[in-house]
């Protein structure tokens, strides 16, 4: 027998029925009078920052950033043609993309890379930015795992702030492995 | 070595225990605050713990479809049914593309069976990338906590691990300064490495995908960057659908350490592409703990480590006490169901206090588990001395006469040779006063005031 055969026997073996019981009904989930300040708010207390800007000034907001974390090599989401080696892109200082959804009660906001040159750089880069439109946060996890499609995206994650670790005396450190800083641009 | 005898190793260093129990102490506190930011959280945990339970209840169709759809987006399933078969597919799965060196991301399962010594005594480079696993894996110990593997550990011993290894500045204690030379020394790592494994927090049924949370980002990092992904999984970790997930993704962080959701929660499904993704499930004695009534229910666990930050007894004995994989009350469960024998101590480390069984996110009934455990133990013949001790109890307490005899004479002999009363309560003594003994027993208390009032 092959261990595949081995274990789901064992596995059809040991298995009881369950007793019947009564599925908890589902509970109303929790839900915010502004999800927009809920997102900030829950962003702030995780060591990133939202920042709301109008359509029209998104690249003004992104121009300020820039300046802000003093960075000269930056990417933006959009195809950039080639594909540059890892040690390249762990050079980025600031990476900037487009965020899906965004969750109001934990911050997170899902992010499927369209390349993979992408999905590294989003851990590799000193900074990143991720721009949302304010419409699309929902309020609960529940909400968000019914908007997206996370089977067909292949590879997507929900990022909540920057990487953080207390492995050392339980003393706080922003930038772990990924970027040190998480800002968010909530377009109107 | 029993659990108390090796919990005094650890109290030996007053400061550090103290500081132990109030860093976890914290954690559970933040983890109440989590908690009472969701007005519906015991409903969630009703709903997660019923779901666990309808899972177990088909886990042999939940992994069949879990295999089929993962299948079909072009990941790889292997089985392993124990330890020794999960290390030889990795090897394998290694060897056939000439991988040598490797990073892996924290996961109990590969603990458990042993993968670290096992890749590196065939020759191959193995990296824990977690900061925690990563100085454990330094200073050749296991983890401590399931979430905070080197939560045991002072700064300052970090500072000289690091000084020893990646030639940091001697006396540097500083964490953000430590991370920084990890992050560093795991980035070289990261670029160089050929294959990545991880762990796996949830694989979805329904989907045939995988799903992995992490503050550090280092599961991401480990397999954005090489062209293997290994994963490896228990058969316990699948959940039907993606709108299960959401229970559980919203119960695990805030569980684990307060936050509402670790910093990435990332979604596999399928390899990369121009990459290869495998999926290893291992069962290694799960389907036995399946089969016991009594205990099936820890299968449910979704490794928050909760249990072990609000138990008096782990915070003041610290992990290594357990001596077993997993410590604290989950681990004193499966530890013993697996082997009574070697941690037959572990049930009896408990003090029923039930705070476990109240902060479980998918309510394991964890202290009725351990109480019942004792049971069980005993009877099967680990423990000879209880078993004499207890029936020395029983023959006491049913025969009055003979109950207040030996009563008396222990008063007399605790009054007179109070040396002797405090070495038979020697464990309870050591920090710890023992209360002096009254003159009379309680009955006599009862049957003399009973006459003051018949007298007036
Ligand atoms: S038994 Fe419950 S509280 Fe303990 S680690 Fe598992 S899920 Fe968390």
Same mark, same amino acid.
């Given at each position: ?96 993309? /487009?965020?899906?959804?965004?969750? @109001? &009660?934990?911050? *997170?906001?899902? +992010?499927?890379?369209? #390349? $993979?040159? %992408? /999905?590294?750089?989003?851990?590799? @880069? &000193?900074?990143? *930015?991720?721009? +949302?439109?304010?419409? #699309? $946060?929902? %309020? ?5 795992? @019914?908007?997206?499609? *996370? ?19 339980? *003393? ?17 | ?456």
């Amino acid at each position: 027998m092959s261990d595949r055969d081995i274990v789901l026997s064992r596995i059809r073996a040991a298995t009881r029925p369950v007793s019947s019981r009564d599925t908890p009904s589902a509970a109303s989930w929790l839900t915010f009078d502004d999800p927009a300040a809920r997102f900030a708010e829950v962003l702030e207390s995780v060591g990133g920052r939202a920042v709301a800007v109008a359509p029209a000034a998104l690249t003004t907001g992104v121009e300020q950033l820039v300046r802000d974390v003093g960075a000269d090599r930056v990417w933006f989401d959009v195809a950039q043609g080639g594909i540059e080696p890892p040690a390249v892109v762990a050079e980025l200082q600031l990476y900037v993309a /487009r965020g899906g959804i965004a969750v @109001a &009660e934990n911050a *997170a906001v899902w +992010v499927v890379p369209q #390349t $993979i040159r %992408h /999905r590294e750089a989003l851990l590799l @880069a &000193e900074h990143v *930015a991720l721009a +949302v439109e304010r419409r #699309t $946060i929902v %309020h609960n996890m529940h909400e968000a795992y @019914a908007s997206i499609d *996370a089977a067909t995206a292949g590879f997507g994650f929900f990022i909540s702030g920057p990487s953080k670790t207390a492995d050392i005396e339980q *003393a706080l450190v922003i930038g772990a492995h990924g970027p040190r800083s998480l800002t968010v641009f909530v377009v109107t | 070595m029993s659990h108390g005898e090796r919990a005094d190793r650890f109290t030996a260093d007053r400061a550090r225990a103290a500081w132990h129990d109030a860093a976890l102490w914290h954690v559970r506190e933040r983890r109440d605050a989590a908690a009472r930011s969701v007005p519906e959280w015991e409903a969630l945990r009703d709903l997660a713990a019923d779901i666990k339970a309808r899972t177990l209840a088909n886990l042999a169709g939940h992994l069949e479809a879990f295999e089929r759809n993962a299948t079909s987006r072009g990941a790889v399933v292997h089985w392993a049914a124990d330890a020794s078969a999960h290390n030889r597919i990795v090897l394998e799965l290694l060897r056939a593309r000439g991988a040598t060196r490797v990073v892996k991301s924290k996961s109990m399962l590969t603990e458990e069976c042993g993968l670290n010594p096992f890749l590196e005594r065939h020759g191959l480079e193995i990296v824990d990338t977690d900061l925690g696993e990563r100085i454990v894996q330094l200073r050749d110990e296991p983890p401590s906590h399931i979430v905070l593997p080197a939560i045991h550990l002072r700064k300052e011993e970090v500072g000289e691990l690091f000084h020893a290894h990646l030639g940091t500045e001697a006396g540097l204690a500083d964490p953000t300064l430590l991370t920084a030379a990890a992050r560093v020394h795991l980035r070289e790592k990261f670029l160089h490495a050929e294959a990545g494994i991880t762990g796996v927090n949830f694989a979805i049924a329904e989907t045939g995908g995988l799903v992995i949370c992490t503050n550090e980002g280092n599961a991401d990092l480990g397999t954005a960057l090489p062209p293997l992904h290994i994963a490896c999984m228990g058969i316990e970790k699948v959940v039907p659908s993606l709108a299960d997930l959401a229970v559980f993704v919203r119960l695990l962080a805030r569980s684990a350490t307060g936050q509402p959701i670790t910093a990435y929660t990332s979604h596999f499904h399928g390899p990369r592409p121009g990459g290869e993704l495998h999926i290893v499930i291992v069962d290694n004695g799960r389907s036995d703990l399946l089969g016991r009534a009594e205990h099936a229910r820890a299968l449910a666990c979704i490794r928050c480590g909760a249990c072990l930050n609000t138990c008096p007894v782990y915070r003041r004995s610290g992990g290594h006490s357990y001596e077993a994989v997993i410590p604290g009350p989950i681990g004193s469960i499966l530890a013993p169901v697996r082997d009574p024998e070697r941690h037959r101590s572990l049930p009896y480390a408990c003090t029923m206090c039930g705070s476990c069984t109240n902060v479980c996110p998918v309510k394991i009934d964890l202290h009725d588990q351990l109480l019942r455990l004792r049971t069980e133990i005993v009877t099967a013949g680990h423990l000879p001395g209880r078993r004499r001790a207890s029936r020395l109890a029983s023959l006491l307490l049913r025969s009055p006469a003979l109950y207040a005899a030996t009563g008396r004479v222990a008063r007399r002999l605790g009054r007179l040779l109070p040396g002797l009363a405090k070495r038979i309560a020697a464990p309870w003594t050591s920090s710890r006063g023992l209360p002096d003994l009254p003159k009379k027993t309680f009955r006599e208390q009862i049957s003399s005031s009973e006459k003051d009032l018949s007298h007036r």
